[in-house]
């Protein structure tokens, strides 16, 4: 499984805005193996239990325009 998530974290998109927690990829890849075990742990806990940590069941979501002025 750590294979697995190492290699989902190298294969992260960069230069991306960060979510409301501040974290980049850049930051997570820097980390690799931090992230990793970590990682690791939060999947087996979600596979173990069914369920995800409220944490990751909230959300906040806003709309940015591609383009200067748009409206949709």
Not at 29 to 45: A, F, P, R
Not at 54 to 61: A, P, R, W
Request: with cysteine; proline share 6%; net charge negative.
């Amino acid at each position: 499984m750590k294979d697995e998530v190492r290699q989902a974290i190298k294969s992260m998109k960069t230069n991306k805005a960060t979510g409301p927690d501040g974290i980049s990829t850049e930051m997570i890849q820097c980390l690799v193996e931090l992230g990793v075990d970590i990682m690791t742990k939060l999947i087996n806990k979600i596979y173990d239990t069914g369920e995800l940590p409220e944490d990751l069941t909230k959300s906040i979501f806003i709309a940015l325009p591609k383009k200067p002025g748009a409206t949709e």
